[in-house]
């Protein structure tokens, strides 16, 4: 069975670019996640959506993020413009059990920002 | 202060060794609680929930202390497979929040 596929699994890009993420979540899955990890701040919790509208995103860092989930089988987050503090690990995760606690994590996309 | 605290570590275990891991958390209505593992470079997975009377696996042990907001995480007779950064997870109503993380090194 395919697990959650996030795309691209790297970019770098230049400062004021414009960066989408893309994920798939697993079929049958109504939880979808997005997470940012760095070695300082761990594992951030960005926005995370119910069958497809965003429940919670007091997460996201500032305006420049933006996510949407058009469909039950598809997600994207934005960065527009791009700063190289941003620069970081974006896990997307989806969840058919949400009381369970389990999520299941994609690869992650590698985001270098110069 | 961070919701979920852990001790970065790194834990360097000889083969076999016995490991323990705490965690704590902060805010009292935290409902649930986990362990995930992560390896380098790879994506985090659920390792084990954690039950209040406590519960094993194999060779993991799990304790939660909800007066003490406490949560450990035992590894006996340790692998070198079991290198990886292990994870304590809240989920807090809607939320799952992850500590940082405790990286283990289990040496040959």
């Known amino acids: 069975d395919a697990g959650v596929i996030q795309s691209p699994r790297h970019e770098v890009t230049e400062m004021g670019q414009e960066v989408t993420l893309r994920c798939k979540p697993i079929s049958g899955h109504d939880y979808l996640f997005w997470y940012r990890q760095t070695m300082m701040r761990g594992l951030e919790l960005l926005i995370y959506f119910n069958n497809n509208v965003p429940i919670d995103d007091s997460g996201m860092p500032e305006d420049r993020f933006s996510a949407k989930m058009p469909n039950a089988s598809f997600s994207t987050l934005k960065i527009q413009p791009s700063e190289p503090r941003d620069s970081a690990v974006y896990f997307c995760?989806?969840?058919?059990?949400?009381?369970?606690?389990?999520?299941?994590f994609g690869e992650g996309s590698r985001l270098t920002v110069l | 202060r961070k919701e979920v605290e852990q001790d970065p570590g790194p834990f360097n275990v000889p083969e076999g060794a016995t490991v323990a891991f705490n965690c704590t958390y902060s805010n009292s209505a935290s409902q649930s609680f986990f362990w995930y593992r992560q390896d380098c470079r790879k994506e985090p997975k659920l390792l084990m929930s954690v039950y209040s009377s406590g519960n094993e696996d194999g060779r993991f042990t799990a304790q939660l202390n909800r007066a003490s907001q406490y949560i450990s995480l035992l590894i006996r007779d340790s692998k070198l497979s079991d290198s990886a950064t292990y994870l304590c997870?809240?989920?807090?109503?809607?939320?799952?929040?992850f500590g940082k993380g405790t990286r283990l090194h289990i040496l040959p």
């Open positions: 995760a989806s969840s058919a059990r949400f009381t369970t606690g389990e999520l299941f």
């Open positions: 997870v809240v989920k807090r109503d809607d939320k799952i929040i």
